[in-house]
Each structure stands twice: as C-alpha cells, then as structure tokens.
C-alpha cells in the first residue's frame, strides 16, 4: 500500500516535514517515491506548501494520507471535510499559510 505522510527533517527540536509519498512498509525517515510538498510548523506563520497536482494524482490512484497529512490537505482545500478529493476549480492555491 501507498501512503502520503510526513518525513522528518531538521535539527534536534526544531521538526520540518516533507510530505512524500512512501510505500507503507518503509520506516518513516526512509525511502519515498516522491516528495509533493513541505510543512514547517515552528516558524510564524506556519509553512505549508503542497504541489496539489501531484497529490491529487496520487490520492486518484489510491495512495491514503494519514491523519495529519489528511488534515493538512484539507487546510489547502485539495480534501473537503469528509476527506474525499475536491474538483481542481475550486481550490484557492496550491500553497497556504496555515
């Protein structure tokens, strides 16, 4: 199975993720497949970018987002609040300050 999640980067204390798609058998700072986008939620405001069209490729294939990516993609308005795929037209941008 496929999953997008987040992966670690950055020094002692001070997390930012990558978004990547991995297959879930590999560890958590492993190896992916793709990285569609970043989060760093220690700088003000809170950082997140998503390349949209690439997840939205990867959830139409089946790849599932765990709960907190689910939760990201829903502040960039790619997931509607029931967790299924919004229609491209009415996203506002592929990268949101959340």
Same mark, same amino acid.
């Given at each position: 199975?496929?999953? @997008? !999640?987040?992966? !670690?980067? =950055?020094?002692? +204390?001070?997390?930012?993720? !990558?978004?990547?798609?991995?297959?879930?058998?590999?560890?958590?700072?492993? !190896?992916? &497949?793709? &990285? @569609? =986008?970043?989060?760093?939620?220690?700088?003000?405001? +809170?950082?997140?970018? *998503?390349?949209?069209?690439?997840?939205?490729?990867? &959830?139409?294939?089946?790849?599932?987002?765990?709960?907190? *990516?689910?939760?990201?993609?829903?502040?960039?308005? &790619?997931?509607?609040?029931? =967790?299924?795929?919004?229609?491209?037209?009415?996203?506002?941008?592929?990268?949101?300050?959340?």
């Amino acid at each position: 199975m496929v999953k @997008i !999640r987040l992966r !670690r980067t =950055g020094k002692t +204390k001070q997390p930012s993720y !990558r978004l990547v798609v991995a297959d879930a058998r590999s560890p958590r700072d492993g !190896r992916f &497949i793709e &990285i @569609i =986008g970043h989060y760093n939620p220690i700088r003000q405001p +809170k950082v997140l970018e *998503v390349k949209a069209d690439r997840a939205r490729y990867w &959830i139409g294939v089946g790849a599932q987002p765990t709960d907190t *990516v689910t939760a990201l993609l829903k502040k960039v308005n &790619i997931l509607d609040v029931e =967790g299924k795929l919004l229609p491209a037209e009415e996203e506002i941008s592929p990268s949101v300050e959340a």
